[in-house]
């Protein structure tokens, strides 16, 4: 095999890397050995030499994304050992059981791995690639992944690229199924409850995995309460709230689409349950209209509204006004799980549109739980980028 390429950094950009951070931007870099391809990889050195890291390079702002801090291929013994590191802590996790089949398997940066998105639904892994690098390594990933697997508990795996990887790289692959398809079942369980995930249609891989702790934690809450499930998508949190015993549960998300598919899944866990009606409507809209005391649990898990740092100060007016809608709406006693999936947003600027959301609606709010990503989601400590979802549970007078 060829050597690598190499890129060379100006003087004193090194020291982020030596920290761990996996991504050099393209403003640290001095010199590059000949023009790498898109996706190429290439071997990073400081000022002076010394040896840094293995990535992928990618025209852009991120101009290369650390695969391995050792000098070492990133060929198929590498993807082999990376899966399985990823594997073995989901095991820990216990998060592979027959009543949860639904679990991420890798998480970017999180799992040293950036670009690669792996979701486990069921005998179907769904994959995301965010970088071209991990685009062009897509058969030595599928390959390592039916390696690592328990033989027999994957059988399908559908590449889902469409919309993630940057237009000016000019790659336009389609989503596609690399193995197996024709009878892939679309219906798996989290913690005991099944849901139909539409991961050929629909957003992301199909399924919200990172709520599954905040949508338990919720069953915990429901009962006898009456719940309105703003932005539902598939209705994660409204099954929990039924299970938990709630006596009324409203879904509410502006796709027609996924307000059709939380009406499938509700049925597919307690059939034709007169507890649980639907909506398809712009939520801010909604709230406006909702009478004042009627509901007693609101979740509101709206998508991302800053998808980059330019959008930060609208997003917060975003989270502001949605909190103060249904902090006037709810009811004494009532609680409000909110959250922001922004990565843009920290937890404290979050808390503090909360925060300011509350004070004018005038109520005593009280903050019950601080909430986060699950372990399956990990967070590399020199990667804060990679802590995107925070949510508060809130207790309001
Ligand atoms: N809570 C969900 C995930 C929510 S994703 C779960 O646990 O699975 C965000 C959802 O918000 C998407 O389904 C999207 O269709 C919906 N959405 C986006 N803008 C909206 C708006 N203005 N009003 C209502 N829903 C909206």
């Known amino acids: 095999m060829k050597p690598y390429k190499e890129i060379q950094l100006r003087p004193g950009k090194e020291s982020s890397l030596q920290r761990f951070h996996p991504w050099v931007f393209s403003g640290a870099i001095a ?3 000949e023009d790498p391809a898109e996706g190429e990889t290439v071997r990073v050195l400081a000022a002076g ?11 852009g702002s991120i101009a290369v994304r650390i695969m391995s801090f ?3 291929p990133v060929d198929a013994a590498f993807y082999e050992r990376s899966l399985a590191e990823a594997y073995k802590m989901r095991l820990a996790l216990n998060l592979a059981r027959p009543d949860n089949t639904i679990f991420r398997l890798v998480h970017g940066e999180g799992d040293y791995l950036p ?3 792996v979701d486990i639904y069921g005998d179907t892994a769904v994959i995301q690639a965010h970088s071209v690098g991990i685009h062009k390594d897509m058969e030595l990933i599928t390959d390592a992944l039916k390696r690592i697997l328990s033989p027999g508990s994957v059988k399908h795996i559908f ?3 469409e919309g993630t990887l940057p237009y000016n790289a000019g790659i336009f692959p389609e989503n596609s199924y690399l193995s197996g398809g024709s009878d892939a079942n679309e219906i798996a369980v989290e913690n005991g409850l099944s849901f139909r995930i ?15 702790e905040n949508r338990a934690l919720l069953e915990q809450y429901a009962r006898n309460r009456h719940v309105l499930n703003m932005f539902c998508y598939t209705g994660g949190f409204s099954v929990y709230a039924l299970r938990g015993g709630a006596a009324s549960v409203e879904s509410v998300d502006s796709s027609a689409k996924a307000v059709s598919i939380t009406g499938q899944n509700v049925a597919l866990n307690f059939g034709d349950d007169s507890r649980h009606s639907s909506c398809a409507e712009d939520a801010f809209k909604f709230l406006k209209k909702l009478p004042c005391g009627e509901k007693d649990l609101i979740i509101l898990d709206p998508p ?3 998808k980059h740092r330019g959008a930060v100060n609208n997003a917060l007016q975003g989270y502001k006004k949605l909190n103060h809608s249904a902090l006037e709406k709810i009811a004494p006693g009532g609680l409000i799980f909110t959250f922001s999936c922004s990565q843009a947003i920290s937890a404290e600027q979050f808390r503090l549109a909360v925060f300011s959301a509350a004070a004018i609606s005038g109520r005593k709010v009280r903050i019950l739980h601080q909430l986060t990503q699950p372990a399956d989601h990990p967070i590399n400590i020199y990667h804060p980028e990679g802590e995107y979802l925070k949510g508060l549970a809130l207790q309001v007078e």
């Open 49 to 59: 030499g010394a040896f840094l890291g293995v990535g992928h390079f990618q025209t």
């Open 159 to 161: 590449y889902k690229p």
């Open 198 to 212: 539409d991961w050929l249609k629909g957003q992301k891989t199909g399924f919200f995995v990172d709520q599954r």
């Open 31 to 33: 010199r590059k050995q």
């Open 70 to 72: 050792l000098d070492e």
């Open 304 to 306: 991302a509204f800053a």
């Open 115 to 117: 670009g690669l998105i």
